[in-house]
């Protein structure tokens, strides 16, 4: 594995989320573990539907029924969160785990203004008076990046145009100074002109307080522009994870490969983008061994029938039999020669 | 604001226009006033000298717009069955109906605010699924039935309250109350709820859905995240939001109070203007009917225009006079 | 090589080729979300046959009942005002007692309840047509002709429809003589009722129709050259029937309802071929004699009735709703 788990300010092993349904138990994150380091911001990536939203809920205690964590452990600087009864889970939110969601206009209560929102975060998790709270309110409308924040403080969140909301639902997130952010597709819902921005305050404000980002979305262009690790989601399993510019530039696994391959470069000429045939298959219809193997043209006999584990390569870890330790290596050539 | 409420009047004064015109044809086209006000020992020359004195014969037109311009000023005319003015009918008959209706609709609200917060907010409980259940029960039985029923327990065998009437009114000017003497007090409570009962199941049911709905909302996940308390997510912010387009509702539904308030008050025989109006429509009394139609939209327009200002006062985003965020992200 | 196999994750619906046999449509009716969610709530079953019961029982009335209360020869005085057959006093021909006038209660019970719904039903279906035309032609043809149309709907449904349907009663009590008026209670009843109902089918079937105006297929049928009424009727009309099974099925407990309180306050049914809520008007004067069970037993019936209904329609429209699954 990658860090130990004395370093690591988050660490999640073996985490599998479940949907009981009435035609049986559907696994929408399976067997996943990984750790944040303080400070890393660590992209997670891949289709909607992949498990990323999912887990990001299930670290900081919001899945909802009857989705649940039938295994598995999430750990906060070495102490287990995924088990706690619901007061201390509270207390963790918003004071060491935070979090931003994609659509700021509905992430805010259009019915109170901005400033009684900062307020009663901030004083629900620190102690200070009204008139306090208010001067931190300020302050931190400010370090956002909101012009005129004094006049406009008292308004309400219509009032503000996406971008502005989306830097006021930041402000909120990092009230209390959490030591982990959630950040759930935060820029898909705005305008690609202001989607630079907002990543660029986002990285500014957590290499500030240090904070570490679990930074989920499907835009790769975001991850290779804020990440410092990435992990590469697909059907509910980690895929491939590491230093982005080692995903980026030398992906491994087929399916970040494809994935590279189908964003357009600037000055790269090519005639077609690269397609990866068929789709994520649906829950209900996840093919046994490998999830990807039906997409994957590097397929093999033992990809339909044994799952990967993540294996060390290069600086980074994947799930794929390609990438197996040469003792395995000899049988798949043996197997492949059938 | 000042747009907003002129467009809203203008539309009320149409309103009112279009009713008083199906009043008006109901006096034209349903039976006879002159065959209503007469005996039939009447002589024709008797009832052409009558239809001339009530404008009969006049121009259709020229016929509405006195009637509009009676009605304007609260004038009915007089009516068939008891050959009195139907404005004084009406109002002799005012407040025992309003009273009546204030009473049910306090019942209503004290009592359903509450059970709709908590079923809403305790959604899996078997207190909630009581309630949930008590509350079909309310909505499935028809008022008159549970006026009857209430009576029965509590007139028929305990013989604790009375069974029809107001009981003693204490007379204040013009206005007599039935809040000022234990009769009147005890008279006033099983027709209070027999009309309340239904107000109080429909904002029960009304309060737990937004509630529910409201819970789901996306800044109720952020404020969970945040940290919030519950207190703070469940009674601030949510109730907040729910009581929004609850109370507007709310507001709308005091109408229907004055509609329920004809069974109650034929069950409970409480004189009020749902009985006057009954009777008028068992014999055809046309001024009375007429009346109420007019007095019952007019009332219905004023209530609504009250709950657009008030959407207006409560909602933020309606009052778009206030600058709105400007600037680049 | 391994041989291929795609099995689904649920083993015992296979995934086959389509000509090869898919479980019967029995077995898929069984089987889906809807009829699903039915089995699983004992509540809507028990409604459902309560329903069912009632229905079956006063559509054949005149087969089950004992007595023909109609049939003024075998009415007697003197069998007037008996308890029910379980108590002292009461007779073992009259099951639930006898009325004011000597007729068998459970016997004009059961008539009663059949008045109660066939005045139901076709009000309903009176409301339905009504509605869902004018809602089909207010989303479809749009302008003056919607405005207008949605104005009268918001208004009406702004006003409780008790209201609207004494007003309509009374006018057309204006209009017939109290004879004619008696004779044609029925359609008198299913006219007035009918009226105060249409309002919500309209909005709703307007609703879906500018929804589904929009869509491609629609677009498609008008560039082939189908007529606008075709496109209404043929495409339209389907997608839209969901939403108003459910209101159908609430607004039948609500036209029940109204068509009671219409006989309680003496504008409905006449007490000679009584409904159940004439009968509960009559037995009111009875209460405080005593003679309990003349009011009582129609108003359990009544209540009964309204409360399967409104259960079913409450699991229809929790079943059909895609927001809840």
């Known amino acids: 594995m990658s860090k130990s788990n004395e370093q690591s300010l988050l660490s999640v092993r073996n985490l599998r989320i479940e949907f009981p349904t009435r035609r049986g138990d559907l ?96 004083r629900t998790h620190l102690p200070l008076n009204e008139r306090q709270a208010r001067d931190r309110a300020l302050e931190l409308l400010e370090e956002v990046g909101i012009p005129g924040a004094s006049e406009r403080i008292d308004h309400y969140p219509h009032q503000f145009s996406g971008g502005m909301r989306q830097r006021v639902v930041i402000a909120l997130a990092l009230c209390a100074e959490p030591r982990l952010i959630i950040a759930d597709e935060p820029t898909t819902a705005l305008d690609v002109s202001i989607q630079a921005q907002i990543i660029s305050l986002l990285k500014r404000l957590c290499h500030e307080y240090g904070t570490a980002v679990m930074l989920v979305t ?3 262009g975001v991850i290779a522009e804020a990440a410092d690790r990435v992990a590469v989601m697909y059907s509910g399993r980690i895929a491939e994870i590491g230093p982005v510019q080692e995903v980026v530039r030398a992906a491994k696994h087929p399916y970040t490969h494809g994935l590279m391959g189908s964003i357009p470069h600037i000055g790269h000429h090519v005639d077609q983008l690269t397609q990866i045939q068929g789709s994520m298959p649906r829950l209900q219809e996840i093919p046994p061994g490998c999830a990807f193997n039906p997409r994957c043209e590097n397929v093999t006999d033992r990809c339909r029938v044994e799952r990967p584990n993540l294996q060390a390569a290069a600086h980074s870890e994947v799930a794929c039999h390609l990438f197996d330790a040469p003792r395995d290596n000899s049988q798949m050539e043996a197997r492949a020669g059938e | 604001m000042i747009a907003f409420l002129i467009r809203r009047l203008l539309q009320a004064i149409a309103v009112m226009a279009v009713v008083a015109l199906c009043a008006f044809f109901m006096f034209q086209f349903v039976g006879d006033p002159v065959n209503q006000m007469v005996g039939e020992d009447a002589t024709n020359e008797d009832r052409e000298y009558l239809r001339e004195q009530l404008g009969l014969n006049d121009p259709i037109p020229v016929q509405f717009a006195n009637f509009a311009i009676k009605a304007a000023q609260g004038d009915f005319g007089v009516s068939y069955q008891h050959k009195r003015k139907v404005s004084i009918l009406i109002l002799e008959r005012m407040p025992a109906t309003l009273e009546l209706a204030v009473t049910a609709a306090i019942i209503a609200a004290l009592l359903g605010v509450p059970a709709g917060v908590y079923t809403g907010l305790r959604r899996f409980g078997f207190t909630s699924k009581l309630i949930m259940t008590l509350s079909l029960v309310g909505i499935s039985l028809p008022t008159f039935l549970i006026g009857i029923l209430l009576i029965y327990l509590f007139a028929v065998i305990l013989g604790w309250l009375p069974s029809f009437g107001r009981g003693e009114v204490v007379k204040l000017g013009t206005w007599e109350t039935n809040y000022l003497s234990v009769s009147g007090l005890k008279s006033i409570i099983l027709p209070a709820v027999t009309l309340g009962l239904f107000q109080m199941t429909f904002i029960m049911r009304l309060i737990r859905s937004e509630m529910l709905e409201v819970l789901r909302a996306d800044f109720i996940k952020f404020a969970r995240a945040r940290g919030l308390p519950n207190r703070l997510v469940h009674y601030g912010h949510a109730l907040k939001n729910t009581l929004v387009p609850v109370i507007t509702i709310i507001g ?27 009777q008028a429509v068992q014999v055809v009394d046309i001024p009375i009917m007429a009346a109420y139609l007019i007095l019952i939209a007019f009332f219905f327009v004023v209530i609504n225009l009250i709950v657009d200002m008030l959407y207006y006062v409560v909602d933020p985003r309606l009052r778009v006079d206030l600058p709105s965020g400007g600037g680049h992200g | 090589m391994v041989e291929q196999t795609t099995e689904s994750a649920h083993p015992s619906v296979p995934v086959t080729e389509i000509s090869a046999g898919l479980p019967s449509t029995w077995h898929q009716i069984w089987d889906s979300d809807v009829f699903y969610s039915f089995r699983a709530s004992k509540v809507t079953m028990v409604a459902a046959f309560v329903t069912f019961m009632i229905f079956f029982l006063a559509t054949f009335a005149p087969l089950v009942a004992p007595h023909s209360p109609f049939d003024v020869a075998t009415i007697d005085l003197m069998d007037a005002e008996l308890p029910p057959a379980w108590e002292a006093e009461g007779d073992q021909r009259f099951l639930l007692g006898t009325d004011n006038l000597g007729r068998d209660l459970w016997s004009t019970i059961l008539y009663g309840t059949r008045i109660s719904l066939v005045v139901g039903f076709l009000s309903v279906i009176f409301g339905l047509v009504v509605g869902v035309s004018l809602g089909l032609i207010s989303g479809y043809v749009g302008g003056f002709v919607d405005a207008f149309i949605m104005r009268v709907a918001e208004i009406q449904l702004s006003i409780p429809s008790i209201l609207i349907a004494l007003l309509v009663a009374g006018t057309l009590r204006g209009v017939l003589s109290a004879e004619a008026y008696n004779d044609a209670i029925v359609y008198v009843l299913v006219l007035t009722i009918g009226t105060s109902i249409w309002p919500q089918f309209a909005r709703t079937v307007r609703g879906s129709t500018l929804v589904e105006r929009n869509k491609e297929y629609v677009l498609a049928a008008r560039v082939i050259g189908l007529s606008r009424l075709a496109i209404m009727v043929r495409h339209v009309l389907p997608n839209v029937m969901g939403p108003v099974l459910v209101i159908a099925t609430i607004n039948l407990a609500i036209a029940i309802l109204t068509e009671a309180t219409l006989s309680f306050l003496g504008v409905g049914v006449p007490p000679t071929e009584p409904s159940l809520g004439t009968m509960i008007s009559e037995g009111q004067n009875y209460l405080f004699s005593g003679l309990w069970w003349i009011t009582i037993f129609p108003g359990i019936v009544l209540a009964a009735l309204v409360l399967a209904v409104n259960l079913l329609g409450d699991w229809l429209r929790d079943a059909l709703n895609p927001k809840l699954r």
């Open chain 1, 27 to 122: 696994v929408a994150v399976d067997d996943i573990s990984f750790d944040i380091a303080p400070g890393e911001i660590l992209g997670v990536v891949g289709e909607s539907g992949a498990g990323k939203s999912l887990t990001g809920a299930a670290i900081i205690g919001l899945l909802e029924p009857p989705g649940r964590i039938a295994q598995g452990e999430i750990l906060l600087e070495g102490r287990r969160i995924d088990n706690l009864p619901y007061e201390e889970i509270r207390a963790i939110r918003g004071r060491q785990i935070g979090a931003v969601f994609q659509d700021p206009l509905t992430s805010l209560n259009p019915l109170y203004s901005v400033s009684r929102q900062l307020i009663e975060t901030i």
């Open chain 1, 218 to 220: 499907h835009d790769m």
């Open chain 2, 252 to 278: 709308l539904q005091l109408g229907s109070l004055i509609a329920f308030a004809i069974i109650t008050e034929t069950v409970f025989q409480w004189p009020g203007m749902g009985q006057l109006f009954l």
